[in-house]
């Protein structure tokens, strides 16, 4: 009795046995179907979020005065990131401004012509010209009837030439005093205005420039984005050639994916996708494919694929709109295209 319940132990332990090895069995090749079906209507691809990166420098040279962020800071499109040292150029800014007014007060005198006290004055130069020339031609006749009535003798020669002489130079002094008169009342030649206001114009343009590389001793945040590095410190000598920051732009992102020759032909440009990532599996970020390489490459060492790293794929970026920045630059993530 007792080794036939034996008996009877081991035949149920074995039909459980075999059982259990049937639906592992089924189970197994329910989800072996299930994957292939789901492989021949979708397309998993692995890669990691990429986006755009500008380099940030100072377009004068100058000393960096101040640096107003850190790596790691999100900043806003014209936010204000570093400042040069803008004392010289101020004190060259306030040099130009006053030579703007020595310049503009020269143009309104042009512009303004004679005053009438400059007139007056010249026309009372040419009176005193002419009453002195006449007094010295007055003396100069005497002098002259004496020496030709005495023969010489009451006016010497040298006498008679030094009136004569005085005689010339106050008629030179009439007509530098007449010519003196004639320009002021004329007023201002238009060339002497021209180079005037031309002087005023260069003078104007050069505060203009000064003030426009003013403006540029900020340097400003191009896009919304996050700083990556920062390059520089307060007291480097700033230049075009050496940026300051290096900047991620929210503005597009993509996930950068490698695909088989062979799964090349099943994906096309527009086609929809969605991005999943190990922190939030649960919840994708929806994604376009909008560039396929024409080329084949081999595929880099910090992907992970499920095929040989050393084989020959085609590089593929899937586009994503994500408004919530959920993405960060290098981040792993899982692309399921639905075929």
């Known amino acids: 009795m007792f080794e036939k319940c034996r008996e009877h132990k081991k035949a149920f332990i074995l039909i459980a046995a075999l059982l259990i090895l049937a639906v592992g069995f089924g189970c197994y090749e329910y989800r072996s179907r299930k994957a292939a079906e789901e492989a021949a209507h979708q397309l998993v691809l692995y890669g990691n979020v990429d986006l755009r990166e500008v380099s940030l420098a100072f377009k004068n040279s100058d000393r960096i005065s101040d640096i107003l962020v850190e790596e790691g800071d999100a900043v806003k499109k014209g936010q204000v990131l570093a ?17 703007i007014d020595a310049q503009q007060a020269v143009v309104d005198k042009l512009h303004n012509g004679t005053r009438e006290e400059d007139l ?7 009176r005193e010209a002419r009453a002195e020339k006449d007094f010295l031609a007055s003396d100069y006749q005497r002098k002259q009837d004496a020496f030709q009535a005495s023969g010489g003798k009451s006016v010497s020669r040298q006498v008679l030439e030094d009136a004569r002489t005085k005689l010339q130079v106050a008629e030179a ?3 530098e005093a007449e010519e003196a008169q004639n320009l002021a009342v004329a007023g201002p030649r238009s060339e ?17 420039q000064e003030e426009y ?11 919304d984005g ?5 390059l520089m410190e307060v007291g480097d000598m700033a230049s075009p050639q050496k940026p300051v920051f290096r900047m991620s732009l929210n503005t597009k992102k993509w996930v950068r994916v490698y695909v088989k020759e062979g799964d090349l032909g099943k994906i096309h440009e527009g086609m929809d996708a969605r991005v999943y990532t190990d922190s939030d599996p649960k919840n994708p970020v929806k994604g376009q494919i909008g560039y396929i390489s024409s080329t084949a490459e081999f595929t880099p060492k910090n992907v992970e694929t499920s095929e040989l790293r050393t084989a020959l794929l085609y590089e593929v970026r899937v586009y994503v709109t994500d408004p919530e920045n959920r993405l960060r630059m290098g981040m792993p993530a899982t692309v399921k295209i639905e075929l």
């Open 83 to 99: 400042k040069l040292d803008t004392a010289d150029l101020e004190h060259r800014m306030d040099i130009t401004r006053s030579q």
């Open 120 to 126: 007056r004055s010249a026309e009372a130069k040419v």
């Open 173 to 175: 002094k009439v007509n």
């Open 192 to 208: 002497d205005v021209a180079a005037g206001e031309a002087q005023l114009d260069a003078l104007k343009n050069t505060l203009k």
């Open 213 to 223: 590389t003013l403006s540029q001793s900020e340097l400003t945040a191009p896009q």
């Open 226 to 230: 996050v700083i990556r590095s920062r």
